[in-house]
């Protein structure tokens, strides 16, 4: 495996969240987070989605992997495409990719969201681009990781997301929702053990 390992939580913002299945793969990575997102504390220099791309981009200066969830595979996406080369390998997690969902049964999310995090950014809720043809370039090979029981990202978004990705591998977790990494930590530690080796 490469040295470097970045996890990247969803708009829960929180650098604990790959935490458990990053203790069972015994990987010490950065973990990020996310200011003003979830229950972060904000940071006046972090306004927008482009904002957390460059703190990610920043950190990305040799070869790495990228572990993401929801939210954050966003992010991890719009890294790629700016650090291509040194991509080896990405870990996506219900998340639209960058996507459009509207086709493929997504539920809004934003309305839960805010009642969880009342305080949360309000940025994070406009609507992303499009970056369905740009997916295509990606060539580092992508483990994609999905539940049956989602409904923010169904399994229709993997499937998507897995025909734009040459190479990748997408893997269905039976009662799985959007918190897989943590509700089903084995299943998905071993899963992205596998792929990191591979």
């Known amino acids: 495996m490469p040295e470097k390992t970045l996890f990247l939580p969803g708009a ?3 650098a604990s969240f790959w935490r458990p299945v990053a203790d069972r793969l015994g990987i010490e990575g950065t973990f990020f987070s996310w200011p003003g997102l979830g229950n972060e504390a ?18 990305i200066d040799g070869p790495v992997n990228l572990v993401a969830q929801s ?23 219900v998340t ?17 969201y805010y009642r969880t995090f009342p305080s949360a950014a309000r940025w994070i809720a406009a609507p992303g681009v499009d970056l369905s043809d ?19 990202s169904p399994i229709a978004v993997g499937e998507r997301l897995s025909k734009l990705l040459a190479g990748s591998e997408l893997h269905v977790i039976a009662g799985a ?4 990494a943590q509700t089903h930590a084995p299943a ?11």
């Open 12 to 14: 829960g913002g929180s």
């Open 96 to 112: 639209s990719g960058g996507l459009p969902l509207a086709d493929l049964g997504a539920a809004d999310w934003r309305g839960d």
């Open 42 to 59: 904000p940071d006046p220099a972090i306004t927008s989605l482009d904002d957390l791309v460059a703190m990610v981009v920043e950190h």
């Open 177 to 180: 929702g959007h918190d897989l």
């Open 134 to 152: 740009e997916i295509k370039t990606i060539k580092a090979p992508a483990l994609l990781l999905w539940g049956d029981s989602d409904p923010i």
């Open 71 to 93: 939210m954050g595979g966003v992010v991890a996406i719009r890294a790629a495409l700016a650090k291509p080369q040194f991509i080896q390998k990405l870990v996506l997690a």
């Open 188 to 198: 998905v530690a071993d899963l992205i053990g596998a792929h990191l080796r591979g």
